[in-house]
């Protein structure tokens, strides 16, 4: 059961919703959003309905939630939420955000050089890995603070908003200060103190899911974002293992659909570690803008076979400006623009 506030609710109103919902025995969970203030009430359904909660002081509504998921479902808002990032970018609506950039920073030169080439051809937000949750400890890290630097001076000199990977708790405040949003990655999706500390912020995060969670698993830690306070929250498919060993991983174009019936949450699809193939991108990227994607995230990169991670999959920029030119049709039979 979800109770939503009014605008108006006061802090006296709150509390006398706690006191007696708490003297029922009731575990009550309060969200307090820069729009509006929530109270997610947790217990058996008799002890929910024994008060009349609705003619409470300070009380909007209130919902029952079938759900697990109480704050990402449909049944908690019907509408889409739309996402505002950075001052001209809308996440969610009819238009397609894409986006691109490679997957490790490697050089403030290779990112600005690379960046100038996604942006002509139409990207909105540039990506790029700072901070690089691989499978080796051998293998290249990232450049930590020095590469969030490149990538914030190149989204400043572009107009571009960014996207870079936060993995420890620790370093929200640190990733926070140069990006437009938090990337959790699909290895982070259960790394429950990461998602407590990214709910406690104000800024848009896209949430990837892990690699072997179900549907609910990843929208349940959606919700620990939202139950902390942020509502900017993007779901992002970027494949799931299965026992096919071609491709590096399965995308799961199931998943964009079933998350937008059962979240009103904007969804992204990544189709570069989806795939783990760049001649599979372009295919995967219209498979996903056709089945209704917000948004697609893809790794580009100038030299692949340079790439300190992930040069397989990245496209090089001419592909990925040809790829944009056939989601643009796509995206046109389906509605929407890109
Ligand atoms: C990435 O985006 O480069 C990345 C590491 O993604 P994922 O968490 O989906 O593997
Ligand atoms: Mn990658």
């Not at 605008?7 to 309060?30: C, F, P, W, Y």
């Not at 572009?158 to 990006?179: F, H, N, Q, W």
């Not at 990227?285 to 340079?306: F, Q, R, T, Y």
Request: hydrophobic share 40%; glycine share 10%; net charge positive.
């Amino acid at each position: 059961m979800i109770i939503v506030l009014k605008s108006t609710a006061t802090e006296d109103n709150i509390q006398h919703i706690l006191k007696r919902v708490e003297q029922l025995g009731l575990k009550a969970n309060i969200s307090r959003g820069v729009e509006r203030t929530v109270i997610g009430l947790l217990g058996p359904e008799d002890k929910l309905r024994a008060i009349p909660l609705e003619v409470f002081p300070g009380v909007d509504q209130v919902i029952p939630v079938l759900a697990p998921y109480k704050l990402v479902s449909r049944e908690f808002k019907k509408d889409n939420s739309v996402i505002k990032i950075g001052k001209d970018i809308q996440l969610g609506g009819s238009k397609i955000i894409v986006m691109a950039g490679p997957c490790s920073i490697e050089s403030l030169d290779g990112l600005r050089s690379v960046a100038k080439k996604i942006k002509q051809a139409g990207a909105n937000v540039l990506r790029g890995g700072a901070f690089k949750p691989r499978t080796s400890p051998y293998d290249f890290q990232g450049l930590g603070e020095d590469g969030l630097k490149h990538l914030a001076q190149v989204g400043k000199e572009l107009g571009m908003a960014t996207i870079s990977e936060v993995m420890d708790p620790r370093d929200v405040g640190l990733v926070g200060k140069y990006v437009d949003i938090f990337q959790i990655g699909a290895r982070n999706m259960q790394n429950f103190s990461l998602l407590k500390e990214i709910g406690k912020t104000k800024k848009p995060a896209m949430l990837k899911r892990g690699m072997s969670a179900t549907i609910k698993e990843w929208l349940m830690s959606a919700e620990y974002l939202l139950a902390n306070g942020n509502y900017d929250v993007m779901l992002c498919e970027r494949g799931i293992r299965t026992f096919e060993t071609y491709t590096r991983n399965t995308l799961d174009i199931n998943a964009v659909a079933v998350a937008k019936q059962l979240s009103h949450l904007p969804v992204i699809v990544d189709p570069s570690h989806g795939t783990g193939r760049w001649g599979l991108v372009g295919s995967a990227a219209k498979a996903a803008v056709a089945a209704g994607c917000d948004g697609l995230m893809i790794e580009v990169h100038e030299n692949p076979e340079e790439a300190l991670s992930d040069g397989e999959q990245s496209l090089v920029p001419e592909n990925f400006n040809s790829l944009m030119k056939d989601l643009g049709k796509i995206a046109n039979a389906v509605s929407r623009t890109i």
